[in-house]
C-alpha cells in the first residue's frame, strides 16, 4: 500500500479540505492563482494543514517546475544552482522551502534580489509565526497566508474520501477517535490510519488506541468534549473551585491534551480574571507554560495543576480586561484624538517631567476626559487603587 498521506494528496485547489478563506472562488488567493498572478508567499499554521500540498498545488495550476527544500539541510549553492538554471529563460520555476524559519540570516538575505526580479516564485511553509521568524526583507517581498487548524468535519471528508478507494470497516468510536485524536492534523489522521490498514481491514478503537494511546495535542473531536473540558476547567478556576478545576484538569490530561495548550489558557486566565488583584498570577501561569514546554508529561501534571490550586485560590478581578474592551470599543467607534503637543516626540515644550515634580504633576494626557478603568478594589488591586488615589490627591491638596 503507497503512502496514503502522498498518494491523497490533492492535486487541485479545489480538492483542497479546509483553508475556505484560500480555496473558496471569491478568496484572494483563489483568485490570484487562478489568474496565474502568484506572489512570493508564506505559509504559515500547524502541521498537516495543507501548506506542502498548496505549495504543490500551485505549481501544477501554473504548470511550473517546482523545488521542494528543506531549510534543515540547506544550501546557499543550491539556491544559486536554480537561479542559475532560469537565468536566460522564461520560465519562472517554484522553489517550496519547508521549515522556512530555520534558514539563517544569511541564507534570506540570498533570496532577497532573485524575489525582488522576480526570477522564481518563493514559496515557505512554516508553523513559526513570520512575523518573528522572517525577516523584515523576506516579510516586505512576500505575502503572508495563515493555515488554520482543520476541523473535525475537514478531516472527515479526508477519511471519506480514502474510504472510497480502499477496502476497509471502521467502527463508529474507532472513526471518532480516529479523526479526534489527530488533532486537526490531516498528515497524522492518514498515518494512523494507514499502519491500521497494515494490521488488519476492521479497524476498532482498541486498535487505533494500541497505535495511539492519547489524542495529539489541541485535539477537536466532535461533539466538542475538548472545547467542553477546558472550558469548565476554566469557568472552575474562575469561580474559586478548586476540586472541580482539578477534576476538568485530570479529564484534559487523561485525554492526552497538550500541556502547553492547557498552560496557554492558564496563562490567559491569570490576566483576564485575577488581574492585579493578584499580579504574581501572571508570573505563576507564565512560568507554568515555560516549564512545561520543556519537560512533558507525566512530570508536567504537577507544575499544571500547582498552577491550577493557586488560580483557583487567588481573589479575582477583571478590571483591567473590561478597561482594555471599553478603550478598544471607543477607538473603534470614535474619531481618533489627536496627541497633544507636549505628549509629541521629539520632547516638545511645555511638557512637565513628573520626576521634577516629587513624582506627579497635573497635565492634560488627552484631549478629553476618558474613563475606561474601575478598580475592583480587590486584594492587591485595592492596594493599587489606593496608590493611585494618594498620587493624585497631591493636587486636590495644593
Given at each position: ?5 502522498i498518494s491523497f494528496r490533492p492535486k487541485k485547489i479545489e480538492d483542497i ?160 477517535y480516529l479523526i479526534s485524536s489527530s488533532a486537526g492534523d490531516s498528515r ?211
Open positions: 500500500m503507497e503512502n496514503l498521506a479540505c479546509g483553508q475556505k478563506h484560500l480555496t473558496n472562488p471569491n478568496a484572494p488567493f483563489f483568485k490570484l492563482l487562478k489568474s496565474g498572478k502568484m506572489p512570493h508567499s508564506m505559509f504559515f499554521g500547524p502541521p498537516g494543514t495543507g501548506k506542502t500540498t498548496m505549495a504543490r498545488v500551485v505549481a501544477n495550476t501554473l504548470e511550473s517546475p517546482f523545488y521542494e527544500l528543506d531549510a534543515t539541510s540547506l544550501k546557499v549553492e543550491e539556491f544559486r544552482k536554480i537561479f542559475a538554471q532560469y537565468q536566460n529563460t522564461l520560465t519562472k520555476p517554484i522553489i517550496f522551502i519547508d521549515e522556512v524559519h530555520r534558514l539563517s540570516k544569511t541564507q534570506q538575505e540570498v533570496l532577497l534580489i532573485p524575489m525582488e526580479n522576480a526570477t522564481a516564485i518563493i514559496i515557505g511553509a512554516s508553523t513559526e509565526n513570520p512575523y518573528f521568524s522572517l525577516t523584515a526583507g523576506i516579510r516586505s517581498r512576500a505575502m503572508l497566508f495563515e493555515f488554520k487548524q482543520l476541523e473535525f468535519e475537514d478531516l472527515e471528508e479526508i477519511l471519506n474520501r480514502v474510504h472510497e478507494k480502499l477496502t476497509f470497516t471502521i467502527d463508529k468510536e474507532a472513526k471518532s497524522s489522521l492518514l498515518n494512523l490510519l494507514e499502519y491500521a490498514l497494515y494490521v488488519s481491514k476492521d479497524i476498532n478503537l482498541e486498535l487505533l488506541k494500541n497505535l495511539r494511546p492519547h489524542a495529539l495535542k489541541d485535539g477537536v473531536s466532535s461533539d466538542n468534549t475538548h472545547y467542553n473540558l477546558i472550558s469548565a476547567m476554566i469557568k472552575s478556576i474562575r469561580g474559586s473551585d478548586i476540586n472541580a478545576a482539578l477534576y476538568y484538569l485530570a479529564r484534559l490530561i487523561d485525554g492526552g491534551e497538550s500541556p502547553d495548550f492547557i498552560a496557554r489558557r492558564l496563562g490567559i486566565l491569570s490576566s483576564e480574571d485575577i488581574g492585579n488583584a493578584n499580579p504574581n498570577a501572571l508570573t505563576v501561569a507564565a512560568n507554568t507554560l515555560l516549564l512545561v514546554s520543556k519537560i512533558g508529561y507525566p512530570e508536567a501534571r504537577i507544575i499544571l495543576a500547582q498552577c491550577v490550586v493557586y488560580l483557583a485560590s487567588s481573589p479575582k478581578s477583571n478590571s483591567s480586561y473590561t478597561a482594555i474592551g471599553k478603550a478598544q470599543k471607543y477607538v473603534s467607534e470614535n474619531k481618533a484624538l489627536e496627541v497633544p503637543e507636549h505628549l509629541k516626540s521629539p520632547l516638545n515644550k511645555g511638557y512637565l517631567y513628573p520626576h521634577d515634580f516629587g513624582g506627579w504633576v497635573k497635565q492634560k494626557y488627552t484631549q478629553v476626559e476618558l474613563d475606561f478603568y474601575k478598580s475592583s478594589g480587590i486584594g492587591f488591586e485595592k492596594t493599587l487603587l489606593e496608590w493611585h488615589e494618594k498620587i493624585v490627591s497631591k493636587d486636590k491638596k495644593s
